[in-house]
């Protein structure tokens, strides 16, 4: 890879970039706003190197729910659904791809359900050559939330922070900042003005029932499948730097990329 200080990967949650209480609904303001603070950083920063992530919201949970993708996918009409959730997490990536384009960002999409395949929803194998040429040559990969098949299940859900977690031991991150609609991991969710500063693993049973899932259908789990697999990274990559955040906040996107301690930080101590 290019010589550079981090590679960052950032994630742009489906909750804040799409409406989730209404299906196949995108909030392109939003992501144009947060195109353009990440192409400024960059400006700002041309020798840092980002991978960005994105969900799938509104577009394929709610399908993805219908049909129990994220089960399994046997039958012909669960493979209908496996084709319908992979059709409306492209569209949001093309979408997400355009408002990029916009910005001046060159960016390259690498969606896991063209290469990456699992066995019982761990992944095995992924030619993630192409991406590494991506990032050598100063390009932006952005990869997504995805249907992917699966050598036990048929077909499976694959979250952005299971991709993440699959890319990190190879890539190795400097930092993983998660943007959300919520301004943290909340203390308690009935107090969404009290965040936690920090989340450590001795912490994570006192916090689990605070992390509840999503208001809206989430097949991937909620915050608390999110904590958890962040977690679980840290296992590897003990001095990785996690942190989740409020995207929603204009320019927050770009304090955070220039170092800004915002939201809630996840550490292995």
């Given at each position: 890879m290019?010589?550079?200080t981090h590679?960052?990967f950032l994630?742009l949650?489906?909750?804040l970039?799409t409406?989730?209480?209404t299906?196949l609904t995108?909030?392109?303001?939003?992501?144009?706003?947060?195109?353009?603070?990440i192409a400024?950083?960059r400006k700002?920063?041309p020798?840092e190197?980002?991978l960005?992530g994105?969900?799938?919201?509104?577009?394929?949970?709610?399908?993805?729910?219908?049909?129990?993708?994220q089960?399994?996918?046997?039958?012909s009409?669960?493979?209908q659904?496996?084709a319908?959730v992979?059709?409306?997490?492209?569209?949001?990536?093309?979408?997400?791809?355009?408002e990029?384009a916009?910005?001046?960002?060159?960016?390259?999409?690498?969606p896991?359900s063209?290469?990456?395949i699992?066995?019982?929803?761990?992944?095995?194998?992924?030619?993630?050559?192409?991406?590494?040429?991506?990032?050598?040559n100063?390009?932006?990969?952005?990869?997504?939330?995805?249907v992917?098949?699966?050598?036990?299940l048929?077909?499976?859900?694959?979250?952005t922070?299971?991709?993440?977690?699959f890319?990190a031991?190879?890539?190795?991150p400097a930092?993983i900042?998660?943007a959300?609609v919520?301004?943290?991991?909340y203390?308690?969710?009935a107090?969404?003005?009290d965040?936690?500063?920090?989340?450590t693993p001795?912490?994570?049973?006192?916090?689990r029932?605070?992390?509840?899932g999503?208001a809206a259908?989430d097949?991937?789990g909620?915050m608390?499948?999110?904590?958890?697999?962040m977690?679980?990274?840290?296992?590897?990559?003990?001095?990785?730097e996690?942190?989740?955040?409020s995207?929603?906040?204009?320019?927050n996107v770009?304090?955070?990329?220039?170092?800004?301690?915002?939201g809630?930080?996840?550490?292995?101590?």
């Amino acid at each position: 890879m290019k010589e550079s200080t981090h590679l960052t990967f950032l994630k742009l949650g489906g909750s804040l970039i799409t409406d989730k209480s209404t299906p196949l609904t995108a909030k392109r303001p939003v992501i144009a706003r947060i195109a353009a603070e990440i192409a400024q950083f960059r400006k700002e920063h041309p020798e840092e190197m980002l991978l960005i992530g994105h969900g799938s919201g509104s577009f394929g949970h709610a399908i993805a729910s219908q049909y129990g993708t994220q089960n399994g996918v046997r039958t012909s009409g669960e493979w209908q659904g496996f084709a319908e959730v992979w059709a409306a997490a492209r569209t949001l990536n093309q979408i997400v791809m355009e408002e990029f384009a916009s910005a001046g960002l060159p960016a390259l999409s690498f969606p896991p359900s063209a290469g990456l395949i699992s066995k019982n929803k761990e992944p095995l194998t992924w030619d993630i050559h192409p991406l590494e040429l991506a990032l050598a040559n100063d390009l932006i990969p952005v990869v997504q939330g995805d249907v992917i098949f699966d050598l036990a299940l048929g077909g499976t859900i694959f979250s952005t922070e299971k991709v993440f977690t699959f890319l990190a031991p190879t890539l190795q991150p400097a930092r993983i900042l998660l943007a959300s609609v919520e301004a943290g991991v909340y203390i308690d969710p009935a107090k969404p003005g009290d965040i936690l500063e920090q989340i450590t693993p001795d912490r994570m049973d006192k916090i689990r029932p605070s992390l509840s899932g999503s208001a809206a259908t989430d097949v991937t789990g909620g915050m608390l499948a999110k904590v958890e697999e962040m977690e679980s990274l840290l296992e590897i990559l003990p001095d990785l730097e996690i942190r989740i955040f409020s995207g929603v906040v204009e320019g927050n996107v770009r304090r955070v990329l220039n170092g800004k301690s915002l939201g809630t930080r996840i550490s292995g101590s």
